[in-house]
């Protein structure tokens, strides 16, 4: 805070705030274009979320992956897709997940 007075951070803060709320609304429009969702076909669904209500991740469910670890070291990083395994948001990191925070 040497080099910005409290006017410049709050004005930097909410330019940060705009830029990821942005990149939400956009992966949100996303997700429902590529998996539309019903309450009628949740159990047909190869992926389910939730987003965020005030974290910066979507946390998604892929219903037939077992290992998100795999899918992630084989295929996103290919396709330049950012994921986080979800087993690194649980106590014991070395089980396997279906979850991911995107």
Request: proline fraction near 2%; charged fraction near 30%; include cysteine.
């Amino acid at each position: 805070l040497t080099h910005w007075d409290t006017d410049i951070l709050f004005k930097h803060l909410a330019n940060v705030c705009e830029f990821y709320q942005h990149r939400c609304r956009l992966f949100g429009e996303i997700l429902e274009r590529h998996f539309a969702r019903s309450d009628a076909d949740t159990d047909v669904m190869p992926v389910t979320w939730k987003q965020p209500k005030g974290g910066m991740f979507y946390w998604l469910e892929l219903k037939n992956v077992e290992d998100t670890g795999v899918l992630i070291k084989e295929k996103a990083r290919e396709e330049k897709v950012l994921l986080l395994s979800g087993k690194y948001f649980y106590m014991k990191h070395d089980e396997r997940s279906k979850h991911s925070a995107a």
